[in-house]
């Protein structure tokens, strides 16, 4: 570069190359799902399959460990679902977007004269991951870990559990999914999974891990 200004992060990293685009908080909001105990699971429509790369993150305000939400496409629809139980779910998009030019401040345009970047554009960045695919113990559907401050998932598959149930005196077989969850008190965040429905009681019990990791984020910036 000839001349002018070039940002870095805090290990001197140019927080823009020539021919990219960061990814930017494109939609935030909250989804009140509601407890009726139909024994349903809740849905709700986020965006269409239109090709476009985007990137979920859910926090939850429910420690039930039967209160899973998890992300599905349906009819070329990309759903989110959820177990009934009554909690608010906020919901974090980040994707490539063209950002609104402001009023004042520093605004960043590609070879196309799209604005891709300004100082108000609230970029994907402190991503962490936690688990270790190589230990059962410590991946998939085992990882449960306390962080401070707020933070949100991204929506994974991290295991099942295949059992039955026998409370109505007639043996049934019950399957339950586990996926990431998210539950911040206000103060932390819990990063663990949750099942799609309730695996109390259950005899029999054979669980396979996904041995996956967790991905989350820092929420305190969005």
Known sequence: MGYGALLTDAQGVPFYIDGTRPLTLINKFVINVPGDNSGTVYSQDLYNNDGAVRFVFLQSNSSNAFSAEWLQLDNNVWRFYSSRISKTVTVFIFGYAN??????????????????????SKVLRDVRQVGDVTNDAASGYQIDTTVG?????????????????NSTG??????AY????AYFDGANTRITSHADRSTAGLTSATYSNARNTI???NTSRY
């Open 99 to 120: 950002q609104p030019v402001p009023a004042w401040g520093v605004a960043i345009y590609d070879a196309a004269g799209s604005c891709i970047l300004t100082n108000e």
């Open 149 to 165: 401050g707020s933070w949100a998932v991204a929506p994974a598959f991290t295991g099942i559990l295949n059992g039955v149930d």
């Open 170 to 175: 007639q043996p049934r077989p019950i399957v």
């Open 178 to 181: 586990f996926y990431s969850s």
């Open 215 to 217: 991905t989350y984020v």
